[in-house]
């Protein structure tokens, strides 16, 4: 879903300027939602895996 995302969103054009290019990067986490489920934790988990997408040089979908 995301990489579909990713995918649709580089084809976007503005039609006012069109040598403008929209990316975007995604961070995703799976996290089962039992008693010890911490919001914090999957938050913390997704910005650190955007920030890995960012680092590979943007316009990117990481997981790990």
Known sequence: IAENL???IEKVRVDEVPEIRITIS???VH???????N???VIYVADSRLANAKSK???QVAIE
């Open 6 to 8: 990713r995918k649709r």
């Open 39 to 41: 919001i914090d934790n």
């Open 26 to 28: 995604i961070g995703i």
């Open 31 to 37: 996290e089962q939602v039992e008693d010890n489920f």
């Open 57 to 59: 040089g943007k316009n």
